[in-house]
C-alpha cells in the first residue's frame, strides 16, 4: 500500500460523516413509540397478507398505528415515524 492509499483511507472516514450529517439521539420515549410503530406496522403487513383476517382485529391494528403516529408526533419525532411508516410499506 503506497502513501496516497493510506491518505484516502484516512480521509474517507471522516468525509463520510460529513455527508451523513449529524447523529440524532433520542429520549427513551421516543425510542419507545418507534420501536412501537416499527412493530405495529410489521405486523400490520404480515397480517393484511393472511387469508383468514377478522377484520375487527385489523381495524384495531390499524388504530393503534395511527395512535402511535399521534404519539410520536407528540414526542418529537413524527417525521422519523413517518419515514419508518412509509419504508415499512414500500417492502415487498
Known amino acids: ?24 439521539t433520542y429520549d427513551r420515549w421516543q425510542l419507545f413509540f418507534l420501536d412501537r410503530l416499527h412493530r405495529l406496522s410489521t405486523l400490520d403487513r404480515q397480517v393484511a397478507g393472511a387469508v383468514d383476517v377478522d377484520e ?9 398505528i395511527f395512535s402511535t403516529l399521534l404519539d410520536c408526533d407528540s414526542a418529537g419525532v413524527g417525521d422519523e415515524a413517518r ?9 415487498p
Request: proline residues 5%; without cysteine; positive net charge.
Open 1 to 24: 500500500m503506497n502513501h496516497s492509499e493510506i491518505e484516502q483511507r484516512r480521509q474517507a472516514p471522516k468525509s463520510e460523516r460529513q455527508a451523513k450529517g449529524p447523529v440524532r
Open 56 to 64: 375487527e382485529h385489523l381495524k384495531g391494528l390499524r388504530r393503534a
Open 83 to 91: 419515514k419508518i411508516f412509509a419504508e415499512e410499506y414500500r417492502r
